[in-house]
């Protein structure tokens, strides 16, 4: 596969979690990183990001990405763009559908009138496996139809259109990734908002018990965020475009997620408790992804077990807990 070098690039919302660990990825591979982040309060934004990767020297911009044509010398500067900003609460789209229709939408249509003119080959959109919905064949590949569930689905469907119909008439590249659950070092754990898995992790980490809804059943995939930054960086250097699901071949009942955390802290324990209301009508129930596309395009791979990856999760609060919780 022909990979071209990256000199340096543009992250949009790299203060949150997965841009908290690919700006260092990024960094490690000698790349100079540029930061813009409006330091939402709803999403996964934490000061201690911003402290770490200010201590490596990248340089950090705090603003919109709607804003962009305020720091003209960075799209200068910049050959490519990975664009993560956005807000991820699913029950927050149905509470806030503008902040999240803004947020996921409006901002990058803005951000993509603004790069007219600069000479940027390559953008990377994360978006999200929710975009699906709840899908009767599995494992759902990218041909399955579109049919959110939530408003932050329909937000981050139609920002991906929006790529696909830009990057025709700016002529750059757009790879657009389908995330399933990504975990790691920095997620949001402080409250139940933003994933299943960061409440799992900030009730091991205060010795609570995890709630889990139903009988717990339903399986979910995990990805290791290591191992997400690095197909990131290959989407960026290989000669692809297109839309790609990313996640784990490997799926888990939550029950066993929950089993497996407990394990790291047997202080935890796990209850059962009837499915809320309101998240049944935005459940997309048991949900397995193929990933072959991104396998085999993108030289995707799973290196961190679930196990592995979820201990060093644990490890990383125990240290730095102040900063979350
Ligand atoms: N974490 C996951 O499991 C997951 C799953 C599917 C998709 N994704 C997608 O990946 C991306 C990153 O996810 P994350 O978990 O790091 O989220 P996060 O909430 O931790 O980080 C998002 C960052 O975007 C910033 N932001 C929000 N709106 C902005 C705007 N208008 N301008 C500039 N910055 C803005 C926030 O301040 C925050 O720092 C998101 O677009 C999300 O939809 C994540």
Do not use: C
């Amino acid at each position: 596969m022909k990979t071209k070098k990256i000199k340096s690039v543009l992250i949009t919302g790299g203060l949150g979690f997965i841009g908290l660990n690919l700006s260092q990825f990024f960094i490690q591979k000698g790349i100079e990183v540029f930061v813009l982040d409006s330091k939402n309060e709803n999403s996964g934004y934490n000061e201690f990001h911003l402290l770490t990767l200010k201590k490596k020297g990248l340089t950090i911009i705090e603003g919109t990405i709607g804003n962009i044509h305020k720091h003209r010398e960075i799209l200068k500067n910049v050959d490519s763009v990975v664009d993560l900003a956005g807000l991820i609460g699913h029950l927050d789209s149905m509470k806030n559908p503008l902040a999240d229709i803004e947020n996921n939408t409006v901002e990058h249509i803005r951000f993509l009138e603004n790069i007219k003119g600069f000479k940027i080959s390559k953008i990377v959109y994360t978006s999200t496996r929710q975009v699906y919905g709840k899908q009767e064949k599995m494992p759902v590949d990218e041909n399955a139809t579109v049919k959110p569930l939530d408003f932050n689905g329909i937000n981050k469907y139609s920002t991906e259109s929006y790529y696909s119909i830009y990057s025709k008439h700016l002529n750059f590249d757009v790879v657009i990734l389908r995330l399933s659950n990504i975990y790691g070092e920095g997620m949001h754990i402080r409250d139940k908002r933003l994933s299943f898995l960061g409440w799992f992790m900030n009730r091991i980490i205060t010795n609570n018990p995890i709630e889990i809804f139903g009988d717990g059943l339903n399986v979910r995939d995990l990805l290791y965020v290591g191992d997400l930054v690095n197909t990131i960086y290959n989407s960026l250097v290989m000669d692809v475009s297109g839309i790609f699901n990313v996640g784990s071949d490997k799926t888990f009942t939550l029950k066993r997620i929950a089993e497996i955390l407990v394990d790291l802290n047997p202080k935890s324990s796990i209850i059962y408790v009837p499915f809320p209301d309101v998240l049944k009508n935005i459940d997309i129930g048991s949900f397995i992804i193929d990933n072959s596309k991104a396998k085999n395009l993108l030289e995707h791979r799973e290196i961190v077990s679930i196990e592995e990856g979820l201990k060093k999760t644990y490890e990383y609060f125990q240290k730095y807990k102040g900063y979350y919780l």
